[in-house]
Structures are given as structure tokens and as C-alpha cells.
């Protein structure tokens, strides 16, 4: 297939980018457990942040652990397998087992999370901080989510305002966590690094037929 190469070159490209910015990051959340320049942007989030981002982050981080967060990508999957069949739904399985792969680095890397005192802290987690969980798996689902829309049967404006709500749940989780105090600023872009990373074999499946059909056209 002579159109492959050039999308398996982009993927290994794209993936080369996000692997060294995570290992970078990794290596500098093992050794900075506490910087004051990120210490500055959580205080800066909680003192001078857009008004009401406080109940939006409060709601994305109930809505995005625990008993909530299986029940979304149930009815999320269950919205994939009606409107753009088994396989999709079963990507989308896929991509939300793969925010374990978080948990056990997280447990590498044994980074301390924001304590009160520099920062405020919404509610204290036990859990290792970097890199972000929440972040994570909404980059993880609602990143698969943005590109499954694509094989749905459903309106193009239906389709774009869908995947503007995507983008925009994964922003606001990665600023969420940092305004809650549960996260430093670079543990939330490892996140979206390793979320990214990822996500381009899951992306490369889902996209696979419609590669195939291309070039037989």
C-alpha cells in the first residue's frame, strides 16, 4: 500500500515528539518534587483564574474517577456500538485500559503531589502525582472519542460541536487539576504526552479502513 509509509512515517514521528517530551518531563518530575515556577501557576489558577472554573473543576474531577468516570465510557461506548458499530466500541475499551499504564508509572517515578500551605488543596489524594490520572484518561477517552466521531453516522456540525466538547473536557480537566491543587503544571503535560503517545496505535487501527478503502479508490 504506497499511501501506508507515509502515515506509518507521520505516526513514528508524532510518537518519537511525544515519547522524548515524556521521558523529559518524567526524568524532571523525579528529580523536582516541588518548583517554585509551577508553584506560581497554581497559585495563579486559584487567585486569578476565569470565574467559576473552581465547580467546573470540582465536577470534571468527580465526573472523571471512580464509579462516574466507568459509567461515562459505558454510555460513551454504548453510544459508539449504535452509531459506528463493534469495532469502534471496542477501541474505545481498549483506550480506557490503557490509563493503567499512568498508575504504574506513577509509582517510578514517586512524585509528591501539591501540599497545603504553597498551594490550596481541594482534597488530599494518597496517590503519586505525576503523571495527572484524571488527565490521563480524559486524554485518553475523549482524545479516542475525537476521532471515532469521524466514523459515526451523524451531521457534519453534529460531528464538529461534538468534537469541540471533546477538546475542550480535556483542556479544562488538565486546568482543573491544577486549579484543585492536585497536580503540578508538568505533571499535567506529561499526561497529555503519554496520553497522546498512546493513543497513535489506537488512532492507527481505528483509521486503518478507511486507509484501505482510499487506496482501493
Known sequence: ?????????????????????????????????QAHWEVGV??????????????????????????????????????????AGLRVAVLLVVTAVLQDVGAMIKMFV???????????????VGSYSFPSGHTLGATLVFGFLFFA?????????????????CLAWIVLMG?????LGAHWPTDVLGAYALGGLLLLPVIAVLRRPALAHAHRT
Open 110 to 124: 514517586e512524585r509528591g503531589r501539591p501540599a497545603d500551605g504553597p498551594v490550596e488543596v481541594w482534597r488530599h
Open 149 to 165: 466521531i469521524e466514523h459515526c453516522a451523524l451531521g457534519t456540525r453534529l460531528k464538529r460541536l461534538l468534537q469541540a466538547a
Open 1 to 33: 500500500m504506497p499511501h501506508a509509509a507515509p502515515h506509518a512515517r507521520r505516526y513514528a514521528l508524532i510518537g518519537g515528539v511525544l515519547f522524548s517530551l515524556f521521558v523529559m518531563l518524567g526524568i524532571y518530575a523525579w528529580h523536582v518534587k
Open 42 to 83: 497554581l497559585r495563579w489558577l486559584q487567585d486569578d483564574g476565569p470565574p467559576g472554573l473552581r465547580p467546573v473543576s470540582v465536577a470534571l474531577a468527580v465526573a472523571g474517577t471512580g464509579v462516574p468516570w466507568a459509567v461515562l465510557i459505558a454510555l460513551i461506548g454504548v453510544a459508539l456500538l449504535l452509531s
Open 175 to 179: 486546568i482543573g487539576r491544577m486549579e
